[in-house]
């Protein structure tokens, strides 16, 4: 499976970014991940089939993740209310089975990657 992520860009504090990530198959679990400069890579948010939800809780509330209605081939992190501890390079993740509860944060779990879109928050 190839992912490919798009909506990066460069925002000011407490403005909104939509990001986008198209799998070249169906996956049952997709996550989004960030890493920023010096720092692990970090899971935001992830989604079990059409609307199972997971998000950490520094997002809680203000990043969505979904799949588009008409497509659900295509994923979206939503997020609002941007944050300059936000700014990282956001990457989504399949992963060959259900997300699960706990281990939908272990980026170790996921099979396939895409190559990240940078998110710039002053």
């Known amino acids: 499976v190839q992912l490919v992520e798009s909506g990066g860009g460069s925002v000011q504090a407490g403005g909104s970014l939509r990001l986008s990530c198209v799998p070249s198959?169906?996956?049952?679990?997709i996550g989004w991940f960030r890493q920023a400069p010096g720092k692990g890579r970090e899971g935001v948010a992830a989604?079990?089939?059409?609307?199972?939800?997971?998000y950490v809780d520094s997002v809680k509330g203000r990043f969505t993740i979904s799949r588009d209605k008409m497509n659900e081939n295509t994923l979206y992190l939503q997020m609002n209310d941007l944050k300059v501890e936000d700014a990282a390079t956001y990457y989504c993740a399949a992963k060959n089975g259900p997300c699960g509860s706990v281990s939908w944060r272990a980026a170790d779990t996921y099979n396939h990657w895409g190559q990240g879109t940078q998110v710039t928050v002053s």
């Open positions: 989604i079990d089939g059409p609307r199972d939800t997971e």
């Open positions: 198959a169906y996956t049952y679990c």
